[in-house]
């Protein structure tokens, strides 16, 4: 029995990327006799709209898709983030970093910068100036070294069955909270799914990069371990990958053209999508 999740960002309506990862997910917990679950990551208060929720519950229903109640609401966890956060904290994997963008941009492109690292540790064993400490810092971040030599470099198994292990290069100092976020992707998306008791995490392979830190961060937090499923993406025919950002055409505007939804859900099952798009590796 598998609990799977289906987890859009309210922050435009879904096109077919979004139908294609929801009906694999609604399967797999289906046929497997468990249960399919919904979560809106809404933490991106100036980019997410209560419309675009309603218009999610309006596209799954018209795909055929059912969920568990209740839908978990991300903007009302905050608390359990926290939580997770302190733990980290009181451990000393957490460290306070105090960089702009626009600082990590400019240390990247110095002549000391590593241009293959996303975080260049310039916070990490800051020293305890009091001044310093006082002020707010931009982020918190993964004390991934220190978490590493704790935990060792973290494993995780494919819903086919293949085992990887990550390398040390698939993990850096990845942020966990930030002054305007309560939560990361990453440290929302463990805390959620075990909450949810999520056993099967369904997205696309797009996301595959996100798996190492994620699984570093279940270990850490003593969270249960999912198994992936990380599926092919939907793209436009020329291989461009569907954004909200680039407009992709919505689930909304296949609905009002006639398609059928139901329909739809079980084509894009058996690889058999409208014309104009095609699944590809990400």
Do not use: N
Not at 35 to 61: A, H, M, S, W, Y
Not at 208 to 216: H, K
């Amino acid at each position: 029995m598998f609990i799977t999740r289906f987890a859009p960002s309210p922050s435009g309506r879904l096109h077919l990327g979004h139908a294609y990862s929801a009906a694999i997910g609604h399967a797999r917990a289906r046929e497997s006799g468990g249960k399919f679950r919904l979560r809106i990551e809404d933490l991106d208060q100036t980019r997410c709209k209560p419309e675009f929720v309603d218009g999610i519950f309006e596209d799954l229903r018209w795909l055929g898709l059912d969920w568990e109640e209740p839908v978990l609401v991300q903007s009302e966890r905050t608390a359990a983030y926290a939580d997770a956060l302190e733990q980290l904290k009181s451990e000393g994997l957490a460290y306070p970093c105090f960089c702009t963008r626009a600082d990590i941009a400019q240390s990247l492109t110095a002549p000391h910068g590593d241009a293959a690292t996303s975080y260049p540790g310039t916070c990490r064993g800051l020293a305890d100036d009091p001044e310093r400490r006082a002020a707010t810092p931009h982020s918190w971040r993964l004390d991934s070294a220190k978490a590493l030599g704790m935990t060792g470099l973290p494993s995780w198994r494919e819903a086919d069955g293949a085992e990887f292990t990550a390398s040390g290069r698939d993990i850096g100092d990845a942020i966990l909270a930030r002054k305007d976020a309560p939560a990361s992707y990453h440290l929302s998306c463990v805390v959620d799914d075990a909450a949810s008791g999520v056993t099967m995490v369904v997205r696309g392979a797009d996301l595959r990069a996100s798996t190492p830190v994620q699984r570093l961060l279940q270990i850490l937090l003593d969270l249960p371990e999912p198994v992936y499923l990380h599926h092919q993406i939907v793209a436009h025919e020329e291989g461009r990958r569907l954004a909200k950002r680039d407009l992709a055409p919505t689930l909304a505007a296949m609905r009002d053209g006639g398609i059928d939804g139901p329909t739809l859900a079980v084509q894009l099952l058996t690889g058999l999508l409208p014309s104009g798009f095609r699944l590809q590796e990400a």
